[in-house]
């Protein structure tokens, strides 16, 4: 089974930046695609950005420009980094790989960001 854990999150003012972690046991990041996805209180969970196993990124548009998704496949984690944080982005953040193909979803780390 696998089991993916993120970490990193926490609480931070409009204008903070935070990097988070995504390390996963039972599998290996490398060649797989991967992905950061983040769901709010009453909204569906979203898409953030995606790295494919050949290192390419896509960003949604409400993020593109502040956040960097990158990964470390000698460590098999995936990070997020995010900076100039906005109210907008406050929710719990997880990742899985961006595929159809999807292991069970962690427990995500919550980011809060007040204004």
């Known amino acids: 089974q696998v089991q993916l854990v993120e970490s990193g999150g926490g609480l931070v003012q409009a204008g903070g930046s935070l990097r988070l972690s995504c390390a996963a046991s039972?599998?290996?990041?490398?060649?797989?695609?991967m992905g950061w996805y983040r769901q709010a209180p009453g909204k569906q969970r979203e898409s953030v950005a995606t790295?494919?196993?050949?290192?390419?990124?896509f960003y949604a548009d409400s993020v593109k420009g502040r956040f960097t998704i990158s990964r470390d496949n000698a460590k098999n984690t995936v990070y997020l980094q995010m900076n100039s944080l906005e109210p907008e982005d406050t929710a719990n953040y997880y990742c899985?790989?961006?595929?159809?193909?999807?292991?069970?979803w962690g427990q995500g780390t919550q980011v809060t960001v007040s204004s």
């Open positions: 790295i494919t196993g050949g290192g390419s990124t």
């Open positions: 899985n790989r961006a595929s159809v193909f999807r292991w069970p």
């Open positions: 039972g599998s290996i990041f490398s060649g797989k695609g």
